[in-house]
């Protein structure tokens, strides 16, 4: 490709958008401008006809006339005759509609047909006070509108969009002719310079090929002008007497550059295929290692959104968009704030996780403390979204701890740094149970377990006792088989701080559970029982004290050892 076309390519476009910029920014002010005008004129005149007709209508409060339909009647024709006064063109007609869209008042002969009324009735339902556009009487129309209570009436100020936009549309027209007389002569301009620039280039170009296919390094470029042009045969000749002196250099240097190349090659390979942005950091220095698959120990984190489906449909999809980003934001900040790691995100679910790449002492109590937190910042969260008039967010929390397979899945043309294996299903599988036991978070009994080994850190002060752990309050609500397996899981509740109630009413949840699983379900009824008087009808105690009833009469086979089915997830 010759140097003029790319010169084409390259400044025809800057000239062009920067013309197209320009000559937008003028139209875009100038519209703005125009229909900025209009559209106060029209929002003046619907203030004052409202003005107008309050005051109409305190005239006949005032005067104990307004159960009087004779003078109501009157001072709806004063408020019609008000408007006639204040249209000024042929096109602009005020009118108004009652709740059934029938039309109350105009200021000149309007017919709006069965299809336009419905489409308007809808639109002025709404009570959007801005600018709207609509097809009233056959015609496209931009009408402002109030309504009027003591009448009933939806009152209209319209104007028909071509006559409103009018001066808009003549702007456009002339940026237009503008910018396609500018572009014609930015082309005519540009061809010019080209050639002036080129047509020396190409004579130095003819000559340097002479000398390349004559291999003739004695030969030299003329040099015909004292610039830049003139520098370029210059520097050719010097370069053609050091050429041969050099050309072993030129092959190390090459050399290191193919080596520099793969290098970066392989640095953009690693920042496309790890997503964590630990895993980022932590190879960048090294980009040569790669992480292998290892097995560990660690917490894994899922939470989910209670309902979404319900949410969603409700939501327009801008509103629900931008409600999930505001979410996922504060979410996941607590998760990196607690030193945990954002695995991947599944639909509105997020899983987290905790000792990976990188593992801490106090990974599984950070993966509990995170989602307290999480739970925690929905209070925040929520209140802004009745401020803004959008729906709740209510979210379950399931946590579980054990051994998984740690490291990079996919293909070498995608990859994900993940975990799999059976811990990451209960922890999934937990989540779900939240619904099931309503609870807001729940954690398997590996994970309480974990939690109960001593965690002294260096960093600790020795007056802090050495079980970190002691800071939570822990319910246990059940032993439960998921879906796919037949061995038990405990499954606990979590807390930081107890209601006056819970601290009585835990522990005895905690005594009756001991006592169920001991067989002494009489016993355990009547702790249960009292929990449900003390939380005011607590669920997980209700649905314990009528299992213990039910074996106290019907006991369970000799081999019963507590455990749930589960049936879903």
Not at 448 to 454: D, G, I, M, R, V
């Amino acid at each position: 490709m010759k140097i003029r076309v790319k010169m084409f390519l390259v400044i025809l476009p800057l000239i062009i958008v920067t013309l197209v910029l320009a000559e937008t920014a003028s139209y875009f002010n100038a519209v703005n401008g125009v229909t900025a005008l209009a559209r106060q004129l029209l929002g003046f005149k619907l203030r004052e006809l409202e003005k107008y007709a309050d005051n109409q209508w305190s005239l006949l409060v005032e005067n104990d006339y307004a159960g009087r339909q004779n003078m109501v009647e009157a001072a709806k024709k004063a408020v019609e005759i008000y408007a006639k006064s204040i249209v000024l063109s042929d096109t602009e007609i005020i009118f108004a509609m009652d709740d059934d869209g029938g039309l109350a008042m105009t200021s000149s002969a309007l017919e709006i047909k069965p299809e336009e009324k419905t489409s308007l009735l809808a639109l002025l339902r709404t009570e959007n006070p801005g600018l709207q556009n609509a097809v009233i009487g056959g015609e496209k129309r931009v009408f402002q509108t109030f309504y009027f209570t003591p009448f009933q009436w939806f009152i209209l100020i319209s104007e028909k969009s071509d006559v409103f936009y009018h001066d808009a549309n003549r702007i456009a027209l002339q940026t237009v002719i503008t910018l396609a007389i500018s572009i014609a002569l930015a082309v005519g301009l540009l061809i010019m310079v080209a050639a002036h620039l080129t047509n020396p280039l190409g004579r130095i170009v003819k000559a340097m090929n002479a000398i390349i296919n004559s291999a003739d390094l004695s030969a030299r470029v003329d040099v015909e002008y004292q610039d830049e042009t003139g520098n370029l045969a210059h520097t050719f000749n010097q370069m053609i007497g050091e050429l041969d002196k050099a050309y072993g250099q030129i092959k190390r240097y090459a050399f290191d550059a193919v080596l520099a190349g793969k290098k970066e090659e392989r640095i953009r390979q690693i920042f496309q295929k790890y997503v964590p942005k630990d895993v980022i950091e932590r190879f960048f220095a090294s980009p040569e290692k790669m992480l292998v698959g290892d097995n560990r120990n660690l917490s894994i984190l899922f939470s989910d959104i209670r309902s979404f489906t319900t949410i969603s449909e409700g939501m327009a999809p801008n509103d629900l968009v931008n409600s999930l980003n505001r979410y996922f934001s504060g979410q996941v900040d607590i998760i990196y704030n607690r030193k945990g790691v954002v695995d991947k995100y599944i639909g509105d679910a997020i899983m987290a996780i905790w000792g990976a790449p990188e593992n801490h002492s106090d990974d599984a109590l950070q993966s509990v403390l995170s989602g307290l937190d999480m739970i925690d910042a929905l209070s925040g969260f929520n209140e802004n979204q009745r401020r803004l008039g959008k729906p709740e967010f209510h979210i379950g929390v399931g946590i579980n701890y054990g051994e998984v397979t740690v490291g990079n899945i996919g293909s070498e043309r995608k990859m994900d740094y993940t975990v799999i294996g059976d811990a990451v299903n209960l922890a999934s599988r937990m989540e779900g149970l939240t619904k099931t036991y309503h609870a807001e978070l729940l954690i398997s009994e590996s994970l309480y377990t974990e939690l109960q080994k001593p965690n002294v850190s260096p960093n600790v002060s020795p007056n802090v006792a050495p079980n970190v752990a002691q800071q939570l309050y822990f319910r246990l609500l059940d032993t439960v088989a998921v879906k796919g397996k037949t061995r038990g899981v405990k499954i606990y509740t979590v807390k930081r701080t107890l209601t006056e109630a819970e601290t009585t009413a835990w522990p005895l949840h905690n005594q009756g559970m001991e006592l169920y699983y001991r067989r002494s379900f009489r016993e355990a009824a009547e702790k249960f029982k009292e929990v449900y008087r003390l939380l005011a009808k607590d669920f997980n105690a209700e649905n314990l004290y009528r299992r213990c009833a039910e074996y106290a009469s019907n006991p369970p086979p000799a081999e019963w050892d507590g455990v749930e089915v589960m049936k879903t997830k």
